[in-house]
């Protein structure tokens, strides 16, 4: 029961400081000042307020993506040990549930994008779920090294204590995973170097044009829900690379929520020193990054 | 003595990079070549020479060793003469890197000779690799840029994989339990505790390695290119000594399996090997447009004629060491013959160059007694090796391998056959514009001796030879 | 297995440069990538062997060589014809990755079945070694520019190299001095070639090298 309401309370209110720590760390980059950290909340809450327009072309279909897209990370983050709070939901196989729950948000938001008829949502669909078909082997192969390392197809226990001893017995195979899930939020929450999210020109976003037409509250849970993506998806990351636990909740509480601020620094710095791939070469990058979680099978296995 | 053999085209090749007159450059090449010979004979007649002090036992001069610096050093003399020349036809162009390199090329081919330790071996052939890799750009045209490319990147896999096989044959001490080294006789005495599968994957890539270099079908591509763009004093050393050093190299990796007792399965390969050169090199004379080209698939026939008379065994290892030294110094005539007819005519293909008789008698002549000679036509000298061979075949009962043997070089006969009488005899063409390049005593002087000595050869062959060339065999009939 | 033994980390490092130069197209990357290779397998004889004259010698001459001099080498033949990318291999970049991932597999599962000594078993020498001549042969096959194919010729020789590590008495430091020379002057003679190609093809595609053939 604990573990649940510490979930939804991470999830859903320490979700939005992420995007307003990269902003700023971008902007600390930059030499600028920036938006504030709360920045996010300040946008949703506007955006809750706002009105709605909805073009006459759409069907039910716009409406339910950002509703899916804001419901589908809450019932992921369920699954997923946040640090060293263990997941409420675990079942055995909960890894391919959890897989396919974002391909549902991404197919949901792909159909609301294709729903308004405009072609450069169709682009952006098109691309986005190329780029998210490449990356979902990656997933796939680095959940198998953590299933054999942790012996069990649960979520909960892939994350769970096993994995400080597995960073003894497999170290190498452990940091080629990190670094393969590391470019799988990237890809996934549409970052640099695959989608530039502050870009204003059409013909090169990515994620940015499939949101295009939403307004209003909508907009604010696709907002949300990105920001609740990015939680889930770091919240992997933040794990593997802090496998202890301290034993006392109130602290592994705060250890996490400074890991995932620290995955958010790091995400900015990764934003602020490289640039946007050619739309060409993040396919190869994409399956660069498989082959690397296979080969991290491979050193496994022998 | 042995010191001197290395150091002498080493300090050549230094001293004619410093020298700045290309005018007298290179008449260094016939004077280090001269006393190259002086020396190989001093060190043949030694008999078994102490190794050199300094240098442990890695350089030790063996039969093998004698017989192949035998016959680098008499064709490198030779060409030196030639090369003096075509150096003056070509004044224009400059000989600097051409004289030094070929020097260095000499003593890098004269370390693999008497090298006793496979990491030198290995360190001079790769030497002769690049060494010679500028002297095939010569040319300076397009297509033998094409050719050095493709001879350099080649044959360096190739020694790269050579050198594979060698930590193999080192590994396969270390798994045998036997002591790791690379130094020849340590192999050898214990070789018979080696472990097997290390030894035999061992083989196999010094096989290709060294098969590379030598030229065996199928890793013989970069023959013809080569060949076809050198010019032809360089291609008669490639054919004649680099060919020959290769197949020493080849001739050690028999030795080590034989004293590791799987010297059954090293034959075959051999064996193979040399049947697959012969239908290459029989598939590809057949109307052979440029008579240049025609003499690479030449080598690699003979390549394959040596590797089928070393894996026969009995008196076949006489024939093919014999074969050694008729290869090279005929290789020699039709090389440098050709070369001259190349430059009379400025072309190689079979349809600009007729009737090299009228225009250039010598040198086509040469090259058509050339031509009879290579393809075992008595009274030449590789008649009767060749003859030796196929007797030690028949009688060792491989009738399969002895038929095919000679259905191709009857095919080869014909085909080269019509290539060459094409060249040499008909009418000249309507010449465009006159080069003007005479036949002077330089440039047929070479092909011609060498011509006689084969000659001489097929007729008699003198006592000190015959006992060289026995010995050399006897090396590999040996079991320990 | 012992994994964070520094040795093994440095092989690692040496396959994720391979996967890397495989996928790259720019040929400083590539270069550079090349030399780092050589920097890090020249100092694994100091782990392997400890630091004794000989392999103190061999690691500061092989660093020397395959660090900073071929490297140096190759820069400037590239900086003279000013080529700064390579072209699409015949293969593709991804297949050749497959390829070469699938080489490296390979190369893990077979070497588990080679009849190691005692010593050697388990150990992630030969397992790279195979995977980087995979690579430098994949290389050499599936690149166009003279460039890469004398970089997969190199990327090959460290292969081989690291073979000849778990063999140190074998290969007195003479050998290994002639071959790192050899290797040396191989490649000052490649850069040259190269030079000549590009003057006389006004590129470095060797593809244009098609002319003789039968």
């Known amino acids: 029961m604990l573990e649940l309401l510490l979930h939804l309370f991470l999830l859903l209110g320490l979700s939005p400081l992420l995007p307003g720590v990269i902003g700023k760390t971008k902007a600390l980059f930059a030499g600028r000042t920036g938006p504030p950290f709360l920045q996010s909340y300040y946008d949703i809450w506007k955006l809750f307020g706002k009105g709605l327009v909805i073009s006459r072309t759409t069907t039910w279909v716009f409406r339910a993506g950002p509703v899916v897209g804001l419901a589908v990370p809450v019932l992921a983050a369920l699954l997923v040990p946040f640090g060293a709070i263990s997941a409420p939901l675990s079942f055995t196989g909960d890894l391919i549930f959890f897989v396919y729950l974002f391909g549902l948000a991404r197919f949901f938001t792909a159909s609301a994008a294709m729903d308004t008829g405009s072609s450069f949502e169709g682009m952006g669909a098109a691309r986005e779920v190329t780029f998210s078909c490449l990356a979902e082997p990656t997933v796939f192969f680095s959940f198998i090294v953590l299933a054999r390392l942790s012996g069990s197809l649960a979520l909960d226990t892939m994350f769970g204590p096993a994995l400080y001893t597995a960073w003894q017995s497999a170290g190498p195979s452990l940091i080629l995973v990190v670094a393969c899930l590391f470019v799988v939020v990237l890809v996934e929450n549409c970052r640099i170097p695959f989608d530039d999210p502050n870009t204003h020109l059409e013909l090169?976003?990515?994620?940015?044009?499939?949101?295009?037409?939403?307004?209003?509250?909508?907009f604010g849970m696709i907002l949300y829900g990105a920001a609740m993506k990015l939680f889930v998806l770091g919240a992997l990351v933040v794990r593997l690379v802090f496998p202890g636990s301290t034993g006392n909740l109130l602290l592994d509480t705060l250890l996490f929520a400074g890991g995932m601020l620290l995955l958010a620094v790091v995400i900015g710095l990764v934003e602020s020193t490289m640039a946007r791939l050619r739309l060409l070469r993040v396919p190869q990058l994409l399956v660069g990054t498989m082959l690397l979680s296979f080969f991290s099978l491979i050193l496994l296995l022998r | 003595m042995i010191a001197a053999i290395l150091l002498l085209p080493f300090c050549g090749g230094l001293a004619a990079f410093c020298i700045p007159s290309d005018r007298f450059r290179p008449l260094l090449l016939p004077v280090c070549g001269l006393a190259h010979l002086v020396l190989t004979f001093f060190v043949i007649q030694g008999g078994q020479t102490a190794p050199l002090p300094m240098a442990g036992n890695w350089i030790v001069v063996d039969s093998f060793s004698r017989l192949i610096l035998l016959i680098v050093s008499l064709l490198f003399c030779g060409c030196s003469f030639y090369a003096v020349g075509y150096l003056r036809y070509r004044i224009v162009w400059g000989n600097r890197i051409f004289v030094s390199c070929l020097l260095?090329?000499?003593?890098?081919?004269?370390?693999?000779?008497?090298?006793?330790?496979?990491?030198?071996?290995?360190?001079?052939?790769?030497?002769?690799?690049?060494?010679?890799?500028?002297?095939?750009?010569?040319?300076?045209?397009?297509?033998?840029?094409?050719?050095?490319?493709?001879?350099?990147?080649l044959c360096s896999v190739g020694i790269a994989l050579a050198m594979l096989g060698i930590l193999f044959v080192a590994y396969a001490a270390l798994a045998g339990g036997a002591q790791v080294s690379l130094q020849f006789d340590d192999i050898l005495r214990g070789a018979a505790n080696y472990s097997t599968p290390w030894l035999r994957a061992g083989f196999v890539f010094l096989l290709v390695g060294f098969g590379t270099k030598a030229g065996f079908a199928p890793l013989h591509t970069w023959k013809p290119d080569a060949y076809g763009e050198a010019p032809g004093v360089v291609g008669a050393l490639l054919a004649g000594g680099l060919t020959s050093v290769a197949f020493l190299a080849l001739l050690r990796t028999l030795q080590i399996m034989e004293a590791a007792g799987d010297g059954a399965m090293a034959r075959e390969a051999f064996l193979a090997m040399g049947l697959v050169s012969l239908g290459f090199a029989a598939v590809f004379v057949i109307r052979q447009p440029d008579f240049k080209r025609l003499l690479a698939y030449s080598s690699v026939e003979h390549m394959g004629i040596l590797a089928i008379g070393v894996a026969i065994g009995g008196v076949a290892t006489f024939g093919a060491m014999l074969h050694l030294l008729n290869n090279a110094l005929t290789k020699g005539v039709l090389f440098l013959a050709a070369g001259n007819i190349h430059r009379r005519f400025a072309s190689k293909r079979v349809g600009e160059v007729q009737g090299a008789i009228t225009l250039v008698p010598v040198s086509a002549s040469l090259f058509l007694l050339g031509f009879l000679a290579i393809t075992g036509s008595p009274p030449f000298a590789p008649f009767i090796s060749e003859f030796t061979i196929l007797r030690g075949i028949f009688t060792g009962g491989h009738y399969l391998t002895g038929g095919l043997f000679l259905f191709f070089l009857a095919v080869i006969f014909i085909g080269m056959g019509s290539t060459v009488l094409s060249v040499v005899f008909g009418t000249p063409p309507e010449r465009k514009g006159d080069t003007n390049y005479r036949e002077t005593i330089m440039t047929t002087g070479t092909p011609l001796v060498l011509l006689l000595i084969i000659l001489i050869l097929g007729i008699y062959l003198p006592e000190p030879v015959w006992s060289l060339v026995a010995e050399a065999a006897a090396l590999l009939e040996v079991k320990p | 297995m012992d994994n964070y033994n520094p040795a093994n980390m440095l092989l690692l490092l040496v396959i994720l440069f391979n996967f890397f130069l495989l996928g790259s197209s720019r040929l400083n990357a590539c270069i550079r990538t090349v030399a780092i290779q050589g920097g890090i397998l020249?100092?694994?004889?100091?782990?392997?062997?400890?630091?004794?004259?000989?392999?103190?010698?061999?690691?500061?001459?092989?660093?020397?060589?395959?660090?900073?001099?071929?490297?140096?080498?190759?820069?400037?033949?590239?900086r003279q014809v000013h080529i700064r990318r390579e072209m699409e291999p015949l293969l593709g970049y991804v297949p050749t990755l497959l390829l070469g991932t699938l080489a490296t597999a390979g190369a893990f599962i077979f070497s588990?079945?080679?009849?190691?000594?005692?010593?050697?078993?388990?150990?992630?020498?030969?397992?790279?070694?195979?995977?980087?001549?995979?690579?430098?042969?994949?290389?050499?096959?599936?690149?166009?520019?003279?460039?890469?194919?004398?970089?997969?010729?190199?990327?090959?020789?460290?292969?081989?190299?690291?073979?000849?590590?778990?063999?140190?008495?074998?290969?007195?430091?003479?050998?290994?001095?002639?071959?790192?020379?050899?290797?040396?002057?191989?490649?000052?003679?490649m850069g040259i070639v190269m030079h000549q190609i590009n003057r006389e093809f006004s590129t470095m595609n060797t593809d244009q090298l098609s002319s003789l053939r039968e």
């Open chain 3, 112 to 189: 588990d079945r080679l009849p190691l000594i005692e010593i050697h078993r388990g150990s992630l020498f030969i397992p790279v070694g195979l995977a980087t001549l995979a690579t430098g042969f994949l290389m050499l096959i599936t690149r166009r520019k003279a460039i890469t194919q004398a970089l997969g010729y190199l990327i090959f020789e460290n292969g081989v190299f690291i073979f000849g590590m778990l063999l140190a008495e074998a290969m007195p430091l003479m050998v290994e001095a002639g071959v790192l020379l050899d290797l040396l002057v191989a490649v000052f003679v």
């Open chain 2, 104 to 153: 260095i090329f000499l003593a890098a081919m004269s370390l693999a000779a008497v090298a006793r330790h496979l990491g030198l071996l290995w360190v001079a052939v790769e030497a002769t690799t690049v060494a010679s890799a500028p002297l095939i750009y010569y040319n300076r045209n397009r297509l033998s840029i094409e050719a050095t490319w493709k001879y350099l990147i």
């Open chain 1, 204 to 218: 090169t976003m990515i994620h940015e044009v499939m949101v295009l037409d939403h307004s209003g509250p909508d």
């Open chain 3, 42 to 78: 020249s100092l694994l004889p100091l782990f392997l062997h400890g630091f004794s004259g000989h392999s103190l010698i061999l690691a500061g001459g092989a660093f020397l060589l395959k660090g900073i001099a071929i490297p140096f080498l190759l820069l400037r033949a590239i």
